[in-house]
């Protein structure tokens, strides 16, 4: 049998059905706008709890699926993230592999106290901005991440970091401070964890300063205590990490990569022997040690300059005139994040 309905209800289901419909048009097309809006490269207002007090930018490819990994690049010091992601090739392996970039970018008012270094540094020396303290910078960025997964759907547990010159420092503190929210990191031309305690003695002038200079006697040992006091009690697996340096870097002493490996391999707990050297194109030297949680790259004749290799190839990356021209360094480092 079939209930018999009154005019009066049969209005009142049917304006309940059309109010429905409308609602779900209106929020697919406001979904749509939104999506629309945030691909591409983009500036991110209001992107959650930010403690650091940092700008971020991302670079959504426009069909990027469901499911993508995302990777954290920081520019370096006095740098931006304003075609960042399109001088050193990142964007090319985002728009080919599918993921999405996430660019911090320093503030000038945050560092320089007192105006004493107007370098737009990420705050690498600052206990605050590099520990899982639940405050600063490091907090800041887990916050953008967190963020864009949940506008694109993209996935938390494929999260990568990866950063030049000061941008490498703030790539180990991720590293360091989150090695539960980072499957992966590569470094260009940084330095180790923990380093330097001071603004001041973080811009100590290579050779003697405390975390490029020759002078720095820090023992692997002590290295690998500063990572792990970066979250003490951590006891959980770390993310993997590929160092890369310049052999005539004038800025940042090639010794900084002796530095991070010794870090790395004792918090690894493998030996500073590689397990091999290999060439893979001529003039680099790159080294594994261990089970191959730790790479390094060493370019011959590289300055303070990203590694680029300019070309339409899939191994080709980065504008002409804007690094050293030898190899496509994001390339090797999609690679070792398991993104190629």
């Known amino acids: 049998m079939y209930e018999r309905i009154s005019p009066h209800r049969a209005l009142r289901v049917a304006v309940a059905v059309l109010a429905v419909l409308i609602a779900a048009v209106a929020g697919a097309g406001a979904y749509a706008v939104r999506a629309s809006a945030a691909t591409g490269f983009h500036e991110v207002t209001n992107f959650g709890a930010n403690p650091g007090n940092l700008r971020m930018f991302a670079y959504v490819p426009p069909s990027l699926p469901a499911g993508a990994p995302v990777v954290v690049l920081f520019h370096g010091c006095g740098g931006q993230a304003q075609n960042l992601d399109v001088n050193t090739g990142w964007r090319k392996y985002a728009d080919a592999f599918g993921f999405a970039l996430v660019m911090p970018e320093q503030k000038p008012e945050n560092v320089g106290a007192g105006g004493l270094i107007p370098h737009k540094c990420f705050s690498a020396w ?197 690094g050293h021209a030898a190899i496509c360094g994001p390339y090797y480092a999609s690679v070792f994040f398991g993104l190629a």
């Open 126 to 322: 600052n206990q605050a901005d590099r520990t899982r303290a639940g405050q600063g910078e490091a907090l800041s960025v887990v916050r953008m991440v967190q963020h864009l997964a949940g506008a694109h759907s993209a996935d938390l547990n494929r999260v990568f970091v990866t950063g030049y010159s000061g941008g490498g420092a703030a790539t180990n503190v991720m590293l360091a401070a989150y090695p539960d929210f980072f499957r992966a990191g590569a470094v260009f031309f940084g330095m180790a964890y923990g380093c330097a305690d001071t603004e001041t003695a973080y811009f100590t002038t290579p050779p003697l300063g405390q975390c490029s200079g020759p002078l720095n006697f820090t023992g692997a040992r002590t290295w690998g205590d500063r990572v792990r006091s970066a979250y003490p009690g951590y006891t959980g697996p770390r993310p993997k990490v590929q160092l890369w340096h310049g052999s005539d870097d004038p800025v940042i002493s090639p010794r900084s990569l002796d530095y991070q490996r010794d870090q790395w391999t004792d918090v690894f707990g493998v030996s500073r022997v590689p397990a091999s050297t290999t060439t893979p194109v001529s003039g680099v030297t790159k080294r594994v040690y261990g089970d191959g949680r730790l790479e390094t790259y060493t370019v011959s004749g590289m300055g303070h300059q990203a590694p680029v290799d300019p070309g339409s190839g899939i191994t080709n990356c980065g504008q002409p005139g804007t």
